[in-house]
């Protein structure tokens, strides 16, 4: 399993793991503070959006750029300072009392996460066995998940008792423990291996996104992962709460428990779908049965209006299985690439996964302004199930999206590199 050097080898990936962590803490934290952020801030569900959704729009734009930096400069380095921008954004936004500053909160919040599970994958390939790439990356995505449900449940608990701007000011210092374990632990390479960057031909950056961008596959592999992940960040990194809230009648904390069955969906099955991939020589099978319980657990969510609480929980559970399936993209396009474009590749693949965040969160805060009849309480805008089933449409066309882009877009790679069959030959 391991190249080498397995305590070192774990004691990396559990550093490079815990970022991912307190990163996905990060990204899902407005969903449990909604009416206390619009309440802050004088704002309604499209400002939040647009809010929220900065910290998506940094994280897919570095995304390329992360992967070519952890290229050249190692995880060890650029995690570091990834969780120090972390804090900092998170300081910011804990801290102020206007917009547009706590727009740049999260926005630095974003950059920083950019680096995360990116680290994650760098930190796998370098340090692992290939045969356990995919396996231990849907390990690494369980874990993002319990950060996520850190996110939810236990951060509404703190929300509701400490406030969301002392909680924000907690993960802050959650983050400068990260750096220092970064600084620390972390190594780029095993001590016997040369790094890539000096052993290959000097290809400049540019020239590698170039020949990324060549691939056709590329691209249907991109958008079947923007497809299957964005539903997930429409509905439990912002919206899910606040719409379980108006639909069940229920509290903060009680709507932020049904949402974290979406994570312990995610968390569950991100390891089953990387070792089912594995163990079946198969890549689209998986893609297609993830998108098809997608489909039809979110029109029953969404639509459905007398499912029970507990029904509930379970949609949302499947919600984030198929969600979870996703992971065996990254698999697929770092076959559909040159080993030397590893970094590079995952990083588009990844800006894909969190694009849907950018556009998913401030799209559904305008559908709901749009149809908004003009009612609030105690000052807030209040939405009614006809706005949030309007607005939550998205999720199942992804998904159909996505189902159909398996079947009929991406080509079965059977585990294998196609440049390891070409070597071969």
Known sequence: ????????????????????????????????????????????????????????????????????????????????FSAILCALGAFFFGSTTAFAPAAMGRFLMGVGSAFAFIGVLVVTARWFDKRYFALLVGVGQFLAAVGALGGELPLAYAVDHLGWRASMLLLALIGGVVALLAVFIIRNYPPEVVPHHKQEDGLRLIVKIKEILTH????????????????????????????????????????????????????????FWGWISDHLGRRNLPLQICSSIGLVASIF??????????????????????????????????????PSMTGAAVGLNNMAVVAGGALFQPLVGWLLYLFWNGATRAGIPTYTVGNYQIALAIVPICFLVALLISLFYIRETFCKSRFEHKRKA
């Open 301 to 338: 969510l969404i639509y459905v209006t007398t499912v029970p609480f507990w029904g509930t929980c379970v949609l949302l559970l499947l919600i984030g299985v198929a969600g979870a399936g996703q992971i065996v993209t990254f698999a697929l396009v770092r076959e559909n690439n040159r």
């Open 216 to 271: 056709g596959q590329t691209y249907a592999i991109c958008a079947f992962a923007f497809c299957a992940w964005g539903p997930v960040l429409a509905i439990a990194a912002l919206w899910g709460v606040p719409y379980l809230m108006v639909l069940h009648g229920i509290e903060n904390t009680q709507a932020a428990f049904a949402i974290s069955m979406l994570w312990v969906g995610v968390a569950i099955s991100s390891p």
């Open 1 to 80: 399993m391991f190249k080498a050097h397995p305590i070192r080898s774990i004691s990396i990936y559990v550093v490079a793991t815990l970022f991912l962590v307190y990163e996905m803490a990060l990204q899902v934290s407005p969903s449990v503070m909604t009416e206390s952020l619009m309440s802050a801030f004088a704002i309604g569900a499209g400002k939040l959006g647009i809010m929220a959704s900065f910290y998506y729009y940094s994280y897919a734009i570095m995304q390329v750029p992360a992967g070519l930096l952890h290229d050249r400069f190692g995880p060890r380095r650029l995690i570091t």
